[in-house]
């Protein structure tokens, strides 16, 4: 969680010229495009299948879901997206993969390449998504794309960054998405930076102001248990968002004093907080060189979305 970090200034694609094939072989060319066509297919509609693994059943088939938007005005296309589950456990969970559009989060590195929070929490939401949606739950996703969850004007961003303004909005909208989808539980995706690069571990928040504080409690120890235990990561424990150095939080949520999408209202800060249990969780660093690189993977995400789905499967059974 980190204060937004403005986008690289776009740079022009450049295109190339195509040359023209001499005018005797282009019969020649088109059949032979024809036959390679015909023998790539199978291998052609394989990969498509195989790209849907974020949005494709626990077992690799596809769940049948249709997705709808949950009706609220001014949300991204893409925003706040219900999917319901056919067999129906009558839990509904919220999932937010954190930051998005032109808030990329925490920016790690891994040789040469870029590991963006913001990628990384929607990769590990989408298939959390899925792995709920075969246990029978119905999900709602605050964002299914890169982009923020509330609709953008042209005054919301400086410079290729979004504005504080901007960003409390888009939290706030998060929440009332979670209140408007009547979900059960709210759970926050993120991933964690500090200065020394040699920290690691995995840590949880939940906020001790609502009624609901025991269950939030609960969600989060069960989730911090559950990713601990599938990552290896370092136990950094469960902390209530009162306890978030106010650098972790946004410029709004550092006066009011708790995560937007978790806390209390405060008119002004929070007028629609959200009315179910919640918990913000940082499964793993992406300033730490080996949990950036294990994020990055698909096989690492999967692994993260399992230990979410352990944990949040184990706060339903209440055991």
Same mark, same amino acid.
Request: net charge positive; charged share 15%.
């Given at each position: 969680?980190?204060?937004?970090?403005?986008?690289?200034?776009?740079?022009?694609?450049?295109?190339?010229?195509?040359?023209?094939?001499?005018?005797?072989?282009?019969?020649?060319?088109?059949?032979?495009?024809?036959?390679?066509?015909?023998?790539?297919?199978?291998?052609?509609?394989?990969?498509?299948?195989?790209?849907?693994?974020?949005?494709?059943?626990?077992?690799?088939?596809?769940?049948?879901?249709?997705?709808?938007?949950?009706?609220?005005?001014?949300?991204?296309?893409?925003?706040?997206?219900?999917?319901?589950?056919?067999?129906?456990?009558?839990?509904?969970?919220?999932?937010?993969?954190?930051?998005?559009?032109?808030?990329?989060?925490?920016?790690?590195?891994?040789?040469?390449?870029?590991?963006?929070?913001?990628?990384?929490?929607?990769?590990?939401?989408?298939?959390?998504?899925?792995?709920?949606?075969?246990?029978?739950?119905?999900?709602?996703?605050?964002?299914?794309?890169?982009?923020?969850?509330?609709?953008?004007?042209?005054?919301?961003?400086?410079?290729?960054?979004?504005? %504080?303004?901007?960003?409390?909005? @888009?939290?706030?909208?998060? $929440? +009332?998405?979670?209140?408007? *989808?009547?979900? &059960?539980? #709210?759970?926050?995706?993120?991933?964690?930076?500090?200065?020394?690069?040699?920290?690691?571990?995995?840590?949880?928040?939940?906020?001790? %102001?609502?009624?609901?504080?025991? @269950?939030?409690?609960?969600? $989060? +120890?069960?989730?911090?248990? *559950?990713?601990? &235990?599938? #990552?290896?990561?370092?136990?950094?424990?469960?902390?209530?968002?009162?306890?978030?150095?106010?650098?972790?939080?946004?410029?709004?949520?550092?006066?009011?004093?708790?995560?937007?999408?978790?806390?209390?209202?405060?008119?002004?800060?929070?007028?629609?907080? &959200?009315?179910?249990?919640?918990?913000?969780?940082?499964?793993?660093?992406?300033?730490?060189?080996?949990?950036?690189?294990?994020?990055?993977?698909?096989?690492?995400?999967?692994?993260?979305?399992?230990?979410?789905?352990?944990?949040?499967?184990?706060?339903?059974?209440?055991?």
């Amino acid at each position: 969680m980190t204060r937004p970090i403005a986008k690289p200034a776009n740079v022009p694609a450049r295109t190339r010229r195509r040359q023209r094939s001499p005018s005797l072989l282009r019969p020649a060319l088109i059949v032979a495009l024809a036959i390679a066509c015909v023998f790539a297919f199978p291998t052609v509609l394989q990969a498509v299948r195989s790209a849907g693994g974020p949005v494709v059943g626990s077992k690799g088939n596809p769940p049948g879901m249709v997705a709808g938007q949950v009706a609220m005005s001014g949300l991204q296309a893409g925003a706040c997206m219900s999917f319901s589950s056919k067999t129906g456990s009558g839990k509904t969970v919220f999932i937010d993969p954190g930051h998005g559009g032109l808030d990329p989060g925490v920016v790690g590195t891994v040789g040469q390449q870029q590991v963006l929070e913001k990628d990384v929490t929607l990769a590990v939401g989408m298939r959390l998504a899925s792995l709920l949606q075969g246990d029978g739950y119905r999900v709602v996703m605050s964002r299914t794309q890169d982009s923020s969850v509330t609709k953008l004007s042209a005054d919301d961003s400086v410079t290729g960054a979004m504005t %504080a303004s901007a960003v409390h909005r @888009d939290l706030a909208t998060r $929440a +009332a998405c979670a209140n408007a *989808a009547a979900a &059960s539980v #709210l759970v926050s995706i993120h991933f964690d930076a500090y200065d020394d690069p040699s920290v690691g571990g995995t840590e949880t928040f939940y906020d001790a %102001a609502r009624p609901f504080a025991p @269950d939030s409690k609960r969600l $989060a +120890a069960d989730l911090q248990k *559950a990713l601990v &235990s599938g #990552l290896g990561s370092t136990d950094r424990g469960v902390w209530t968002d009162d306890q978030l150095a106010a650098p972790t939080l946004t410029a709004s949520g550092s006066t009011y004093g708790h995560l937007i999408e978790l806390g209390p209202r405060s008119a002004g800060y929070v007028d629609n907080p &959200s009315q179910m249990p919640g918990a913000l969780v940082e499964p793993l660093f992406l300033t730490n060189v080996a949990e950036a690189k294990l994020a990055s993977t698909t096989a690492g995400q999967q692994r993260v979305a399992a230990s979410l789905e352990t944990g949040l499967q184990k706060y339903f059974s209440g055991a």
